[in-house]
């Protein structure tokens, strides 16, 4: 099935590896994007992709004659999510359908409507207040979809939905465990001290303890056990988010190939920027095959012969 696609807030373009993970053909890929180590690592995985920068200088007028088949795109949700980041800490988080978060929603709906794509999928934050979903659901048209990326990765991921894709229901469980995507890599390996020692505490996840003395809190403080599930993945730029507890008094810190895995991307997909980038790239992308999983939805209604 052959298909052009129009993707905005593109990221490292895990939009075109569900594609070609769910049969398509990607005839033409236009994406919009504006982080360089993004862009650089989705050239180097897909030189042939139109790369058409910031979303707001864009003209979606040009697409009404191209025969977009899917328009894709998960705008920012650093200014609606509870799990605020460094850069936005000090901002009060936007419950509304106005502020930064919302004009980048726009900027999707716009596309929608210029566009005019035969298939339509934005994605965003399970956390949002509840008026900016019901907001998003009234402009697009349709109701949200909850999928939970720990069903078909080790990874603990909700995230809503919204597409006119028909009949799109909740994967199978696959089963995949931490353990599962574990690289062998024994200068990851650490060993308890004494902060650690005297301070953790185990739950049914993970061991937490205390390195700043400040309480149990911080995802940083933990150690999540082979046979669970991993956290989030956050936007973040450091490995030390999810430490993994190997047993005895041994743990590690994880590796970029393995939230990758994380992510049900290829091995070493992110490889050609430098590692903080990579986690950071990670944190704001997609876990392909919940993407794939929507995707194949698509081939049910059209058949594999059609566009």
């Not at 605020?84 to 978060?101: H, L, M, N, W, Y």
């Not at 229901?169 to 902060?195: A, M, S, W, Y």
């Amino acid at each position: 099935m052959k298909v052009k696609v129009l993707s905005l807030f593109d990221g490292i373009s895990c939009g075109m590896v569900a594609l070609e993970r769910a049969g398509f053909e990607v005839e033409r890929y236009y994406a919009y994007e504006i982080e360089e180590n993004a862009i650089a690592i989705s050239k180097k995985n897909y030189p042939g992709i139109i790369q058409l920068g910031d979303v707001f200088k864009s003209d979606f007028t040009q697409f009404a004659v191209q025969e977009i088949d899917i328009l894709m795109g998960g705008s920012p949700c650093t200014f609606w999510s509870k799990a605020k980041c460094s850069k936005t800490a000090k901002q009060k988080r936007e419950i509304d359908a106005e502020g930064i978060g919302w004009k980048l929603f726009e900027k999707f709906s716009e596309a929608k409507k210029n566009a005019q794509p035969r298939y339509f999928l934005y994605e965003n934050n399970y956390g949002i207040a509840q008026e900016i979903q019901d907001a998003i659901s009234e402009r697009l048209g349709v109701q949200p979809i909850m999928i939970d990326s720990a069903l078909v990765s080790a990874q603990r991921r909700k995230r809503l939905y919204w597409t006119n894709i028909p009949n799109v229901e909740q994967p199978e469980d696959k089963g995949i465990l931490v353990k599962d995507i574990i690289c062998n890599d024994e200068t990851l390996v650490k060993h308890f001290d004494e902060r650690i020692r005297n301070t953790m505490i185990q739950t049914d996840n993970y061991i937490k303890f205390d390195l700043g003395g400040k309480g149990h809190y911080s995802q940083q403080d933990r150690l999540y056990f082979l046979d669970k599930k991993a956290p989030t993945i956050p936007r973040c730029r450091t490995e030390t988010k999810f430490n993994v507890y190997l047993g005895g008094e041994l743990y590690k810190k994880t590796c970029p190939v393995e939230i990758e895995r994380l992510q049900t991307l290829p091995d070493n997909y992110t490889e050609g920027v430098p590692k903080t980038r990579r986690y950071e790239a990670l944190g704001n992308g997609w876990t392909v095959d919940v993407i794939a999983h929507i995707l194949n939805f698509v081939k049910e209604v059209r058949g594999e012969d059609a566009v």
